[in-house]
């Protein structure tokens, strides 16, 4: 079975600075990982994606995520956090290409400090 | 592209009451999803449909929730009888389906969020 554990379930950072929400994964075959951003009152909104193409993963609004087999890990950054990225954040993990479901982490709320 | 509809958006009702929810996926999408997201967590799935038949059912509380999806297109979540742990926000997710398409991307609704009193 899969699982997804995130670290912190809340980050504060400064406007300004390095965001970084971690999420390591447990899947007995390649992983598909996922971010999704959720806002207050709306639903899930896909940041980014590995699908087990480049280990660097390019998302919306400036948000990054490496995947590291050897760490078990697909860590979420953005060089400069904006108040506009205060939201909770969900990793999740699904491990096939054919609409499977996913297994989401618990969420990690991300406060940005001006 | 339209996206995801549900509807209501807000639901307070008493326990043991019954109460429907409503999904209407991107259209061309196969495969509908309905996750449980309680309050502090991630969601949850509860049923999985791929056009009108159920892939996954393991984690629906049967003796009280049912879902339909009978035409293939939109779904019907129903909860009868409510109890105070059902209370939570109740997401419908699609994604397309066959070889080559972005069939791993699910894409949310705004939630159904229901409060059981």
């Known amino acids: 079975a899969q699982s997804v554990t995130q670290l912190g379930s809340h980050v504060s950072v400064s406007e300004g600075a390095l965001v970084l929400l971690r999420c390591n994964y447990s899947?007995?075959?390649?992983?598909?990982l996922f971010w999704y951003v959720q806002y207050p009152n709306q639903g899930l909104q896909l940041l980014l994606k590995y699908t087990s193409a480049a280990t660097l993963v390019k998302g919306i609004n400036g948000f990054e995520a490496e995947f590291k087999k050897s760490e078990t890990s697909f860590h979420l950054t953005k060089p400069s956090a904006h108040m506009s990225d205060a939201a909770e954040y969900f990793c999740a993990v699904s491990v096939d290409s054919g609409n499977t479901p996913l297994v989401f982490g618990k969420g990690t709320r991300l406060s940005v400090i001006a | 592209e339209a996206g995801v509809a549900q509807s209501p958006r807000y639901k307070i009702i008493e326990k043991r009451q019954s109460v429907a929810f409503w999904c209407n996926p991107i259209s061309g999408h196969a495969t509908l999803y309905w996750y449980q997201q309680i309050l502090g967590q991630g969601p949850k799935l509860l049923i999985q449909f791929q056009n009108n038949g159920v892939v996954d059912d393991s984690q629906l509380p049967k003796d009280r929730f049912s879902a339909e999806r009978l035409k293939g297109v939109d779904s019907t979540l129903k909860i009868q009888p409510a109890k105070l742990e059902d209370s939570a926000v109740y997401l419908c997710a699609s994604s397309p389906a066959g070889f080559g398409v972005d069939q791993e991307t699910q894409y949310f609704g705004p939630g159904t969020r229901l409060l059981v009193l």
């Open positions: 899947s007995s075959v390649p992983p598909y």
